[in-house]
């Protein structure tokens, strides 16, 4: 199976310099990364030689750090199943997400899951990799999520989270009408009482959603959306909390499966830094045809 390896040449700058500092400083590996990988028979060496997180550095070495697992540890079952892969390299995978998919295993669904497809994925292709999510989308949502490979590409992409290195834009379909063409709703969330929603209250966590009106008709409002925070169920509260709840949100509107069968909400764009290389990466993924179909025209390309 491969593993992903980091491979930096020791020059002038770092000559004499330990190990740890290497690791910590240049490299940004956390104490619980490197706790892992000091163990391994090949998860630090210097020229191929196994070597503590002590030892010191020659100019003209090579330092090499192993970031996969060499067994996964998250109980993930690779499952076969249906996977739209956006992007992937040796650190991350992107995947265009359809509705109704769970993309973590939970109770009665341990095989059925985003996770599950993606082991399944990394053992048919070879790779040393385990089920690291960054971020979530809801069972009904569809759309673009970034998954890790490694636990070092987690912790970075985890630290980008809500920062502007790490962006998310979100298309929804909602019943109704804004109260403005576009507007910032800042009202916290927290758990309503004796049920599995959430709902606007003063006690709970601050939660902000940006939202812009692209498109209205009669019944309804084609919707941009981007979060400052990531609260559960946040885009589908906010947008309730004005009196324009999702269309099809059973949970917070009105379920309407003659139109659609889950809430009208699509991750439409995301970006983000790539954690080993720091390049940036953008992508965009269009409305999928079930949310397509509520709109009176489809004349827009950019969304569509």
């Known amino acids: 199976m491969a593993a992903r390896y980091l491979h930096i040449p020791i020059g002038g700058e770092l000559h004499n310099q330990?190990?740890?500092?290497?690791?910590?400083?240049?490299?940004?590996?956390?104490g619980t990364v490197l706790r892992r990988i000091k163990w391994l028979p090949d998860g630090i060496m210097v020229d191929n030689q196994r070597v503590t997180v002590r030892y010191r550095v020659q100019e003209?070495?090579?330092?090499?750090?192993?970031?996969?697992?060499?067994?996964?540890?998250?109980?993930?079952?690779?499952?076969?199943?249906?996977l739209e892969l956006v992007w992937e390299d040796e650190d991350v995978v992107v995947v265009n997400k359809p509705?109704?998919?769970?993309?973590?295993?939970?109770?009665?669904?341990?095989?059925?899951?985003?996770?599950?497809?993606l082991m399944y994925h990394y053992q048919q292709t070879g790779q040393d990799c385990d089920f690291h999510p960054v971020h979530r989308l809801d069972k009904g949502t569809s759309?673009?999520?970034?998954?890790?490979?490694?636990?070092?590409?987690?912790?970075?992409l985890k630290q980008q989270l809500h920062t502007?290195?790490?962006?998310?834009?979100?298309?929804?379909?909602?019943?109704?009408?804004?109260?403005?063409?576009?507007?910032?709703?800042?009202?916290p969330i927290g758990a309503a009482p004796d049920s599995r929603a959430r709902a606007v209250c003063p006690l709970g966590q601050e939660a902000r959603t940006?939202?812009?009106?692209?498109?209205?008709?009669?019944?309804?409002?084609?919707?941009e959306l981007k979060l400052d925070t990531g609260r559960t169920h946040q885009i589908r509260v906010h947008m309730a909390h004005l009196g324009c709840p999702l269309t099809g949100d059973f949970l917070y509107g009105t379920e309407q499966p003659e139109k659609i069968a889950r809430p009208a909400l699509h991750s439409h764009q995301l970006s983000f830094t790539?954690?080993?290389?720091?390049?940036?990466?953008?992508?965009?993924?269009?409305?999928?045809?079930?949310?397509?179909?509520?709109?009176?025209?489809?004349?827009?390309?950019?969304?569509?």
């Open 99 to 117: 509705p109704g998919l769970l993309v973590h295993p939970s109770h009665g669904h341990f095989a059925d899951t985003l996770g599950n497809f």
């Open 60 to 82: 003209g070495q090579v330092l090499s750090v192993r970031l996969t697992d060499p067994a996964p540890t998250s109980g993930t079952v690779p499952t076969p199943g249906p």
């Open 143 to 156: 759309g673009l999520l970034v998954v890790a490979k490694h636990p070092h590409a987690q912790e970075q």
């Open 18 to 30: 330990e190990v740890n500092t290497i690791l910590r400083r240049s490299l940004h590996l956390s």
């Open 210 to 223: 940006h939202y812009w009106v692209l498109q209205t008709w009669p019944q309804g409002s084609l919707v």
């Open 164 to 187: 502007d290195a790490f962006q998310r834009v979100y298309l929804a379909v909602c019943d109704g009408h804004l109260p403005a063409s576009s507007g910032t709703v800042d009202a």
């Open 274 to 304: 790539q954690p080993i290389t720091g390049a940036h990466l953008a992508f965009t993924q269009p409305l999928p045809k079930d949310m397509a179909a509520l709109l009176p025209n489809t004349d827009n390309e950019v969304m569509l």
